[in-house]
């Protein structure tokens, strides 16, 4: 039997930017690492159509765009520094980040491709960006919560799972 020789040269991390989720970059990293591949970082600002209406009902039209776009730009920030995506100062600001995240992580190098902040259905976001940017591999964390919150919601990791082409590492978090 003959077993496929693996490459993989980039990996798509996809993060909700919780404190938790940092264990399934440490496996980003270290696949990387191993590999000698780059790290595309995705975040997606998930939107809910009908959980938008009662919001936008409640806090008006206006507020209700307002707060999306200021937990959009917190988001970027989190993960690039307030640059937005077409700044001239977006490589210095990538550039920190991935000094911050190489210091947390010792003996390990990545290059990191891209930082990729989308407002939609997260399922279908990371898919995309993974098929896109031509990725190996999805690396994504799962809170592992299951009972009726499972059962009526269901898991963005399980989702992506079954539906996604591309291999994906599930990493069970941290409560």
Avoid at 14 to 34: C, H, I, K, P
Avoid at 156 to 161: F, S
Wanted: proline share 4%.
């Amino acid at each position: 039997m003959n077993l496929p020789k693996i490459e993989i040269k980039k990996i798509l991390y996809a993060t909700d930017l919780s404190e938790s989720a940092r264990t399934a970059l440490g496996y980003a990293v270290s696949l990387a690492n191993l590999y000698k591949a780059g790290i595309t970082i995705v975040h997606v600002l998930e939107e809910s159509p009908g959980m938008d209406a009662a919001i936008r009902y409640h806090v008006g039209p206006e507020r209700w765009d307002e707060i999306k776009k200021q937990h959009e730009n917190s988001a970027r920030s989190v993960i690039i520094g307030k640059q937005k995506e077409d700044s001239p100062a977006m490589k210095a600001a990538l550039k920190e980040f991935y000094k911050d995240v190489s210091e947390k992580f010792e003996n390990q190098t990545f290059r990191l491709d891209e930082v990729v902040v989308k407002r939609g259905n997260p399922v279908d976001i990371i898919i995309e960006v993974a098929e896109k940017k031509c990725c190996e591999l999805i690396v994504m964390g799962t809170h592992g919560h299951g009972g009726l919150a499972k059962m009526m919601l269901g898991s963005t990791a399980q989702k992506v799972l079954k539906q996604s082409k591309t291999p994906v590492l599930v990493v069970r978090l941290p409560e």
